[in-house]
């Protein structure tokens, strides 16, 4: 006979009673969520250019004040909507006499890097080729001053990886432990096979002990346009990627409190 029934013919012990009927644990107050209900958040996906982002990009993942190297500076179009001395600027580019495969920096100085070689094949075929002086690839060269092919290496889209992979490589040398390396890249279609360079470029930088953080699309507000075409085979790209590493050193960024919850 179970205790239940017992209940019924006899009164029970204040023993028996707490047995049958536990006293119900008194639930604390619950703690209210840090933080405050907002819709003003930096998303992934931009319209715009590449100055409207990038500031974007510092402000979620480089502190003011860090030291920033800027090896592929240019004409410095990243940085017309940051603030002057915001930041420590280093900026270089080949004209200056600094390859972005090898820099004049000691190891480990360095809190954040900024990486935006010329990306497109065309400018990898010599500045003499008819595609290399004309349309879009001028207005590259024009802009960014390491582009040309220079000795032997690999050709077209294979020398736009090489270039990205040495300057990524030499860019951990430099970087602080867990500094930010920031990079911007675009796919393409080369030989008419689909290249998709942001995927290429985070595996081999994966590979080499850097953590991919962030991801930030821009998508051009114009429209592109080619001057003759008989028939499409491919989307045509008018998109281009920020990507945001942090150099770990093989350490899982979870643990180290690197993804921010990883949201």
Known sequence: MNKRIRADKRVLSVREQLELYPTPRKQGKRKSPDGVTTSELICTAHSGMNEDVFPLVLSLHVPPDSVVADITYGTGIFWKKIPKGKYKLLATDIKMGVDCRKLPYDDAAIDCVVLDPPYMEGLYRGATSQLAGSGTYAAFRTTYSNGERTGT?????????????KAGREAYRVLRKYGI???KCQDEVSANTQRLTHVE?????????FYTKDLFVVV???KPAVSRIKKQEHARKNH???LVFVKTMGENPRRKGLCNGCS
């Open 240 to 242: 281009s990627y920020f």
């Open 201 to 209: 470029i985070i595996k081999e930088y994966e590979s080499i002990g």
């Open 220 to 222: 051009r507000p114009n």
């Open 181 to 183: 390396l920031i990079v």
């Open 153 to 165: 290496g690999p050709k077209y889209h294979d020398a736009v990886l090489d270039l990205y992979f």
